[in-house]
């Protein structure tokens, strides 16, 4: 299994902490946000991890490779990501995905148990938090019959729960998005998200729900965030 870090954007909501560092160098108390992935998903025994990175490329790779030498660690630079949403960034690993996925945003913290139960599951499998407070800026859900059928921001937040973007995906169906992503970037559609791709071949790929309930992951997008996990994590 392989772990794609998506970690290329320019953090701008977490300014003028992004200044100078990439997101994912920000710390939670002892920790880098990259340092508590990487240290899950190896605790977890994925040792061959794709890093998509944006503004200090250079900064970042150091910092990685200095603190994980034994991990087979590969950076996919987005030369665009000024300009572009991670849709872009996912498609430039193309080449790279030789094995089943586990594919999760570069802002995202969460409890180690959390990613074995979601490597445990069977199926294509993505996390659903079930009852915490919803905000415009989160991914939804809808599901039926206890499946995952389209994913947006735009979703109603009374009726659909919050999806946290950590995913498993076989290599079989992972290709399968990253050949949709493909025909949106070969269109132009740089600037959407990769889920919505995905909605368009929702009824091809069987993406299940995995719940939980409470702060066990979260995203850190602001400063609210950040504060938040550091009395959390």
């Given at each position: 299994m392989k772990a794609i870090i998506l970690a290329s954007g320019t953090?701008?909501?977490l300014k003028p902490l992004t200044d100078k560092i990439p997101k994912s160098l920000i710390a939670i108390n002892d920790k880098t946000i990259?340092?508590?992935?990487?240290?899950?998903?190896?605790?977890?025994?994925?040792k061959d991890i794709i890093i998509t990175v944006g503004p200090f490329e250079k900064k970042f790779k150091r910092y990685v490779e200095k603190r994980y030498p034994n991990l087979?660690?590969?950076f996919v630079k987005n030369h665009k990501y000024a300009t572009t949403n991670y849709i872009y960034s996912l498609w430039l690993t193309s080449g790279l995905i030789d094995d089943d996925i586990i594919l999760l945003h570069g802002d995202l913290i969460f409890n180690v148990e959390l990613l074995e139960k979601l490597i445990q599951e069977k199926n294509n499998t993505v996390l659903i938090n079930e009852n915490t407070k919803k905000q415009d800026k989160d991914f939804k859900a809808l599901i039926k019959d206890n499946r995952i059928i389209r994913i947006s921001v735009e979703l109603p937040s009374n009726e659909n729960p919050?999806?946290?973007?950590?995913?498993?995906?076989?290599r079989e169906d992972f290709l399968k998005w990253l050949k949709e992503i493909d025909e949106e970037v070969q269109n132009g559609n740089i600037n959407i998200y990769a889920e919505d791709a995905f909605n368009k071949i929702s009824d091809k790929i069987i993406l299940k729900p995995l719940y939980f309930k409470g702060d066990k992951c979260m995203e850190i997008d602001t400063i609210e965030d950040l504060n938040k996990a550091k009395t959390i994590f």
């Open positions: 953090g701008r909501r990259i340092e508590r992935q990487i240290d899950s998903l190896s605790t977890c025994g994925i087979n660690i590969i919050i999806l946290m973007p950590l995913y498993k995906f076989s």
